[in-house]
């Protein structure tokens, strides 16, 4: 395109470069002066006399114009891509003279003049040009070229007069900046061509924002001359970003409510990415703030509240079968995040984190199987697995966020404590799975892993006394059933709760577990001692004797039980040895709470029958009975001792449970008062040594113990206890001063009514007493 | 069918051998109990008894035989304190 012309102007360049005139300036000024001085003194010393000149030498009388006439015509050819006649040296000379002789400011003057015609030739071509938008910007974008390369040329033939009149005088501009300043003046006013340029200009982005691919360099000149001429701001990038805004604000609208939150989301990404490739590629880096800034209005700050309200919760839930698809919601919600955080709404984030959790939480812990007594563990296991999801969106997706920890720490405490002691009684319920025999976890570090998830649970508990409660009832049974796991994994639960609540929350399970322990060594002893030898030589029965601390333990009540009378013998020899080594001592029978092996002896061959010492007296009034031999419940009763709920529980075990022991006549599942029982001799079942369903003997220590009675009683003395210690310090306080010193004294999360209530009772019992003028008042009675 | 117990695993309390409701002389708290800087009763609050047959909280007796006012004898008979072996 434009052949010709550019061939003319490189042949001007060429003739330039010939002609050295490429930095003429940096030859000296000639001074005629200093060099008619050097002639003279060549001679002899002269003394030299000098007199004034007596007619000024003459300029020839056309000097300033034929001078001028040169320089226009080699303008004039510059601007109409002519070969320019005369040569640069000669050209620059001429400028030179000019100056010399006192003509720079009439010079520049014509050369403004001159250039202004030019530009405004060129303003009536381009205003006159019907071509189409982008052909209009070639058109612009020649026309700029064509300036700033003509500029150049003049510039240099002129530069003398720029470097001297043009420097020094104050208010006039440099060669350059006076074709910038026509430019604009002629050629991009703020008139249609400039609004043609600009729309062209936008129209272009636009169509790269709709995917077209575009003439980036055309662009990019273009936008470049905007810069030059001083019109960027003004000019284009107001009108640019309140394109973008519209742009962006229809779009946004448009998709988010169009496209899945997940789509939405990466959409955006990617228009963020684009529109920094634009700021990289055409625009002014200034431009990037507000641009950003219209983009995220647009796109996200408006957009904020929908796009949680309807995506959030499906981005948390995810897919739990599909690994892949749990991975893109990660990455989902971890874009989501570097979204909001531009925009400064993590906040927004969060709390809708919080509020998932809350109520996924809620979800979980109120439904049904919460009472199913078979199921109601695996809510556990399913808070445990929605910790560690909820672990693993703050780490992958929140980047480890502080704020967002406490969200979830706060979520979880807020839920679990919703329902005053169903988690606490769950969680000590799950643990006590783990930790007894049987449990399906082999390896050590399986065990340990899931009680520091439960662990976890545990921190979020806030009544710590009740979960205690019913830890210390599910230990009590493991123990005294023998049916912990391992005595490594108790020891370590018991260290891990001592670290998180201290020595006082555990002293109690301590010295349970101590007891246990001291019991063996006292056995081992008793039986290296001569009151070992008697009860073996007497007796054929295995004692053992577990020692209780009182007050330690559970509380259980003693249940009538005749045992059988070895057994009380076997007894008497040992409490007779244990008063002997542990002076002052001595010792209170739980028969109810004993548990034994007995030998079984059938037709069919011998059994061994772990079971609880009432299904034992039951078994044993059987023993050597026909199987034609019916027995009464009366009849069982008398011979047992044993109360008639206790007695029931234990004939359902012995013959309703799936190993029969004893056959019921009539058959049935429930028993009834008129019901007969005896011995099923034609009793098959291949195991050697069976484990009798003792269900009941847990479910005896459960009722004996009422657990959380327990605890809000202890809860009680300890409110009482500490008002008492209070008061007894301040003598007077405010009814609210006392309220709020025992809440931040008391290591449970007391509800101030139930303190009210006891300062009350305190006043009833003259501990304390009301202000005699101020009954706010409280005061305490020595 | 016939049974015999092989083995049987008892399980009792331990208490101090002293009557049913009887209060520590120097202090006034059940024997179950523990002294007034114990917490927990049981081994930690042991009981001590004299060869005159009284028996105080361990804590109790001696802090009574560290006051002067004391002279080395048991709070309830005044007689010169022996502890029982
Ligand atoms: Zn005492
Ligand atoms: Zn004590
Ligand atoms: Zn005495």
Redesign the pocket.
Known sequence: MYTPQRSALRNLKMRNKNADLVFPSHKPIPDKSVGASKQSGTNAPVKLVIKPLKVKPMLPVNFEDEMWHKLKSAIIAIHNHRPVKESFEELYKACENLCLHNMAPSLYSKLVNECEKHYIAEKRRLDDNPATQEAFLFEINRCWELHCQQMELIRSIFLYLDRTYVLHTPGIASIWDMGIELFRKHILPPSAVRQKTLWGLLSLIKYERGGDSINRPLVNTLINMFSQLNIYTQGFESQFLSETRDYYEEEGERLVEKLSVSNYIQHVSKRLEQEHQRIMNYLEKKTSTPLFKVVEDELIRKHIDTILAKGFSDLMKGDRNSRKNSKSKLEDLEELYDLLQRVNALDRLRAYFGNYIKNTGASIINDPIVNDPKQDVTVIEQLINFKRRMDEFVEVSFSSSYNFDQALKEGFETFINKRQTKPAELLAKFIDKKLKIGNKQTSDSEVESILNDALVLFRYIQGKDVFEGFYKRDFAKRLLMNKCASDDYERSMLFKMKRECGPGYTSNLEQMFKDIHTSREFMKAFYDSRYGDQLREEFKVDLHVNTLTQGSWPSYNPTPLNIPPEVAQCQQIYETFYREKARGKGLKWYNNLAYCVLSAYYPSGNKEFECTSFQAVTLLTFSELPQTELRTFEEIQQATGMETKELVRTLLTLACAKVKLLVKHPKGKDLKPTDKYSVCDDFKFKLFRIRINSVQMEKTMEENEKTVERVFLERHYQVDACAVRIMKMRKSLSFTELISELLGQLKFKAEVPDLKKRIESLIDREYLERGRDDPTIIRYLA | MKVKIKSWNSVAIWKWDVPNEEV?G??R?AFDGC?STCKTPGDDCPLIWGECSHV??MH?LLRWLATEGSRGQCPMDRKAWVTAK
Request: with cysteine.
């Open positions: 520590c120097i202090c708290v002294c105080f909280h109790c």
